[in-house]
C-alpha cells in the first residue's frame, strides 16, 4: 500500500527535479549546448552551485531513518516547496528561451528520471527507495541534463539538417534577392542595422533579427521572415570556430560582405587573432566574382587575404590608406561628424548622434556598401544623420536628473572598450564613472587584457566601480599600478550593489559607462 506523505514527497520532489532541470537547462542554452563550454562552466561555478535547501533535500533521502521520524515531512514534502520558491524568485538577466530544441530536452531530461521511477517503483512497491532516487537525481542534476545532451544529439542533427537544407531551397528560388553578410571581431550588429537604416532609403530590406548570427538562427530567419517583397537580405554572421563563417555562406550565398573589424575575441575557442581573422576572411572566399569584399584596414592588409578570392576586395578605416577613410572627425555636443573620402575624393559629409571611433569606422563600412549599391549620396547623409545607437552599443541615455548614461553592456572585447573609455572622456559632462564587470572569453590572455583594461580605465576615469570581487582581480590591478586615487576605485559583489552605490553618489552633469554585462553564468 502506497503511503500518503511519502507519495506526496515524492511528487514535490519531482516537481522541484523539474526546476532544477530547467535552471541547468538554462545554463546549457547560455553555453550554446556545447557539451564542453557546459562542464567548463560546471567546474568554474562548483562553489557556487550549493544551495543549502537543494543539500537538505538530498540528505533527508539518504540519511537513516529520516523518513520515520518528525524529518520526514519537512524534508519531502516543505524543503522542496521552499526549494521551489527559492529557485522561482531568481531573476535572470537573460532568461530561458524555450525553444523548440530547448523543449525537446527538458521533456528528455524529465522522461529519463521518471522512468528510472516507474522501474524502480514497478521492481520494489517502495516508494520510499523511489523518493531516494529523486533525492540522487537533484543532486546530480547536472549530469542528468549532460546526459540528456548527449543522447538527443543525433536527433537534433537530423533536425539541424532539414532546417538548413529547407533553408537553401528557399533562397535559391530567390533569384533577384542581394545578399549581404556581415561578420567581424565587434561592430558587427551596428553595422547591420546602420546598414539597414542606409539602404532601406531604396530597397525593401530583412536583417537577421537580434543576435540571430549562428547557422541555425540565420536558417530560422531565412525560414520563418524572408518574402519575395525583400530586395536585400543583411545576414549577420558569428563565429566561434573554424569553418562556422563559411558555413552560413553556402546556405545563403551572399554576394557583398563585410568585415568590421578584426580583433582579440573568443580567444578560447579561436586560441590566436590570427586564426580569428582566418575565420572571418571565409566571407571573403565565399564571395562570386561579380560580388564585392570590404574589409577593415585596421585589422586585413591585401596579403592576408585568402588565395581563393574571386571578388574584388576594397577597405575602409579611419587610417588615410584605406579605400574609403574618414577625414576631419568632430565631436559635437550632438555626437560626431566627419567626411568620407573614398580613393582621395571626398563623397560624403556625414552628421551623427554616434559616438566613438569604432561607429565612424562602422559609419564607413556602410557607406562604402551603399555607394557600391548605387545609393545616391543625399540618401546616405539623410540617413545616417537619423541613425541611432544600437541598443547595449555605446547608446547614449540622457536622465532628467541631468546624468548622462552611456549603455555598452553588450559583450565587451579589448578594442571597443578602449574606444569606449576614449568616447566617454571626450563627451561633455562633469566626473565619468566607469561600472564594468571587465572582459572575459580571451583566454590565455584575458587576464594581461583585463590589466592593460584597468590601466586604461585610470586614465579615462574618474571613479571606476568593478562587478566581482574575484574576477575583476587583473582589472583592479591595472588601474592600481596607474596610480589611480584608492577612495574613487569601488569593488561590488554583484551589479545590483554597484548600481546602488552609483546612485547614492551621483551628481548632476555626471557621465556613467556600462562596459559589458556578464550573463548568468558569469555570476559570482
Not at 357 to 368: K, R
Not at 403 to 410: G, K, L, M, Q, R
Not at 415 to 441: N, Q
Request: glycine share 8%.
Amino acid at each position: 500500500m502506497i503511503e500518503i506523505p511519502a507519495a506526496l514527497a515524492v511528487l514535490c520532489l519531482f516537481f522541484y527535479l523539474a526546476l532544477v532541470l530547467k535552471k541547468e537547462l538554462h545554463m546549457l542554452q547560455l553555453n550554446s549546448y556545447f557539451n564542453t563550454r557546459y562542464i567548463k562552466w560546471y567546474k568554474q561555478n562548483l562553489r557556487t552551485r550549493c544551495d543549502i535547501i537543494k543539500v537538505l533535500v538530498v540528505l533527508s533521502g539518504v540519511l537513516p531513518g529520516c523518513w520515520d521520524y518528525w524529518l520526514s515531512p519537512v524534508a519531502g514534502i516543505l524543503l522542496p516547496i521552499a526549494g521551489v520558491v527559492v529557485l522561482v524568485r531568481q531573476k535572470a538577466k537573460k532568461k530561458l528561451d524555450f525553444t523548440k530544441r530547448a523543449v525537446r530536452l527538458f521533456i528528455l531530461s524529465l522522461l529519463l528520471p521518471a522512468a528510472a521511477l516507474a522501474v524502480t517503483f514497478a521492481a520494489t512497491q517502495n516508494i520510499r527507495l523511489a523518493a531516494l532516487l529523486l533525492a540522487a537525481f537533484i543532486a546530480f542534476s547536472f549530469f542528468l541534463m549532460l546526459l540528456a545532451n548527449t543522447l538527443i544529439q543525433p536527433l537534433e542533427t537530423l533536425v539541424n539538417r532539414w532546417y538548413i537544407n529547407d533553408a537553401k531551397k528557399k533562397i535559391k528560388n530567390y533569384t533577384d534577392l542581394t545578399v549581404i553578410a556581415v561578420t567581424g571581431s565587434y561592430g558587427k550588429t551596428s553595422v547591420k542595422h546602420f546598414l539597414q537604416s542606409i539602404l532601406s532609403e531604396q530597397y525593401n530590406v530583412l536583417i537577421t533579427p537580434g543576435s540571430f548570427n549562428t547557422t541555425l538562427g540565420v536558417v530560422r530567419t531565412v525560414r520563418e521572415q524572408l518574402q519575395p517583397v525583400h530586395e536585400v537580405f543583411i545576414v549577420e554572421m558569428g563565429a566561434k570556430k573554424a569553418g562556422d563563417v563559411a558555413e552560413i555562406c553556402r546556405i545563403v550565398r551572399p554576394e557583398y560582405g563585410v568585415i568590421t573589424a578584426i580583433g582579440p575575441q573568443h580567444l578560447e575557442t579561436f586560441g590566436t587573432v590570427g586564426n580569428v581573422k582566418k575565420a572571418k576572411l571565409e566571407i571573403i572566399s565565399a564571395l562570386p566574382a561579380g560580388g564585392k569584399g570590404f574589409v577593415n584596414a585596421a585589422g586585413i592588409t591585401p596579403g592576408d587575404l585568402p588565395a581563393d578570392v574571386k571578388a574584388p576586395v576594397v577597405s575602409f578605416g579611419v587610417e588615410e590608406d584605406a579605400d574609403y577613410c574618414a577625414r576631419n572627425i568632430v565631436y559635437t555636443a550632438r555626437g560626431m561628424s566627419f567626411d568620407v573620402y573614398h580613393d582621395g575624393e571626398k563623397r560624403l559629409s556625414l552628421e551623427t548622434a554616434l559616438l566613438g571611433e569604432h561607429n565612424v569606422s562602422n559609419l564607413l563600412a556602410c557607406c562604402a556598401v551603399a555607394l557600391s549599391l548605387g545609393l545616391e549620396k543625399y540618401k546616405i547623409e539623410k540617413a545616417v544623420k537619423g541613425i541611432r545607437a544600437v541598443a547595449h552599443r555605446l547608446e547614449v541615455k540622457p536622465l532628467p536628473n541631468g546624468v548622462t548614461i552611456i549603455d555598452d553592456a553588450f559583450n565587451s572585447n579589448p578594442v571597443g572598450s578602449k574606444m569606449a573609455l576614449e568616447a566617454l572622456k571626450r563627451i561633455e559632462g562633469k566626473r565619468k564613472i566607469v561600472i564594468t564587470p571587465g572582459m572575459i572569453e580571451l583566454g590565455a590572455e584575458e587576464a594581461e587584457r583585463n590589466y592593460a583594461f584597468g590601466q586604461t580605465i585610470a586614465g579615462n576615469c574618474d571613479i571606476a566601480v568593478l562587478v566581482g570581487v574575484h574576477r575583476t582581480q587583473p582589472v583592479q590591478e591595472g588601474i592600481k599600478s596607474a596610480g589611480f586615487p584608492a577612495g574613487n576605485l569601488v569593488v561590488c559583489k554583484n551589479l545590483s550593489e554597484a548600481n546602488n552605490y552609483v546612485k547614492s553618489i551621483l551628481q548632476p552633469g555626471d557621465v556613467v559607462l556600462y562596459e559589458n554585462d556578464l550573463p548568468d553564468t558569469f555570476n559570482e
